[in-house]
């Protein structure tokens, strides 16, 4: 294995750090390369027996990113009903989507039976197949943030609609819906934080033990 120097830890800690949920965007384009670049990296992530379930799908076409936004904008609505007093007023001046300003969307659908792999690891936990996505996901994250782009993950959907607007296969299931670009405001704090929401939980300095 290589030697990774202090040095490298160190910085390793501030992308940890300066991951965030981007909801902000430049609207102009990440060069093709560099999007491809982040795709494959992506690609590396651990998957539960080599199964790698994950898919990758750009969302370019127009009518499909309005038919999202026109979901997010329903599903966000029916949120805000949800909620009362206070809490109803700060949710209401929350940005919670990037999805006007990104120049690029990505939706990632996650195989839950891949011939792949031939199910080693999937027969006690099936729901392996999701994590592993979701881990491939954060190795996208992760790759971006090292190189100045940010991400937005856009939770606030319906997963079965978004998947006929995409017309994708419907055995797949809908794991994450980002928003990709340059940020327009870099933080290193996560804006809900920033922004009153909520705070992180103190630093834990003791472990649970069996």
């Given at each position: ?161 978004i998947r006929a607007v995409l017309d ?43």
């Open positions: 294995m290589p030697e990774f120097s202090p040095a490298f830890r160190e910085q390793l800690q501030d992308l940890f750090r300066w991951r965030r949920d981007v909801r902000h965007f430049r609207r102009d384009p990440l060069p093709e390369p560099v999007l491809d670049g982040l795709l494959r990296t992506a690609c590396l992530a651990p998957s539960v027996g080599l199964s790698e379930p994950w898919r990758f799908v750009r969302v370019d076409d127009p009518h499909r990113r309005a038919a999202v936004r026109e979901d997010f904008a329903r599903c966000n609505a029916r949120a805000l009903s949800d909620r009362a007093g206070t809490d109803a007023q700060r949710y209401a001046r929350l940005k919670l989507a990037g999805l006007d300003d990104a120049p690029h969307h990505i939706a990632v659908l996650s195989h839950p039976e891949p011939t792949q792999g031939r199910g080693l690891g999937r027969g006690t936990m099936p729901q392996t197949t999701t994590w592993s996505t979701v881990m491939a996901i954060h190795t996208f994250w992760l790759a971006a943030t090292a190189s100045g782009i940010g991400v937005g993950w856009v939770s606030i959907i319906d997963p079965e609609r994708m296969d419907p055995t797949l299931e809908l794991v994450a819906y980002l928003c990709v670009g340059y940020p327009a405001q870099p933080a290193s704090t996560p804006e809900l934080e920033r922004r009153g929401w909520e705070r992180r939980a103190p630093e834990r300095r003791e472990w649970i033990r069996r």
